[in-house]
């Protein structure tokens, strides 16, 4: 029998397995269990470590609940000290309306009755003067033509002259006063004194007022008075008439 070359680096002994089948198979399912009994030692200790952290984010999330309500009940207590302010917007307000809807038509009538005569001509004598007045209910007032705007009162005159007035001049001059507008004047006859040597003109007229006449002294202005400390009263809103 020849030997081996060394070259082919063969076995110097001859490798025969001589163990039976059955040992061989045992052996293969020790491997087996080994490698389950493993990958359940993994899968457990996986489980673990998912419940720990899942154990821990909750106690944190619990720790963060609790923060935040305590948060919130001191907020909540904070926000109770301004319990009052509701209730002082609402009173200011009020009387922002209030005011608001009393002074809707308020006019000085008496600077508007001393601007009004300023415009009267020298020649000119009035007999009759009537003030019409809006009210709150009744805000504006129309002087019913299809031209007509809406306004807060007129003011009704009648009169005569001694010498012929110039209507135009007259009406631009009532119309030129703050607060009046769309002044009309008509001649009505031309009359003889009882001595029947002059001659005199009547006539009749209408203005009507603006908002430019109102007089302004429900003008609301308020102060609001800031807390500094949980110990200061209570801020209290002024409503002070201008006028």
Known sequence: MNPVPGAVHAPRTPLV???P???????AQHRARFIIYIAVLVFAV???GAWFI????KSAAESDLLLEQ?????????????????????????SQNARAWVGATDINWATQLSAFWTAVPKNVALTSVVVTGANPSAPSLSDGTVFGVTDYGNLSFSGNASTPILVATFQDAIDALPGFDRTTIQVTSIDTNSDGTTDYWTFSGATRMTDNALSGRVTTSQEIVPVET?????????NEGQG
């Open 54 to 57: 899942a154990m821990t984010a």
């Open 21 to 27: 089948p059955e040992i061989e198979q045992r052996r």
């Open 70 to 94: 305590d948060l919130t009940t001191q907020k909540q207590q904070q926000l109770a000290q301004y319990s009052y302010i509701p209730g002082v917007q609402a009173e200011l307000a009020n």
């Open 46 to 48: 996986m489980l673990v």
């Open 230 to 238: 949980d110990s200061t009263p209570a801020p209290t809103a002024t």
């Open 17 to 19: 397995n001589l163990l």
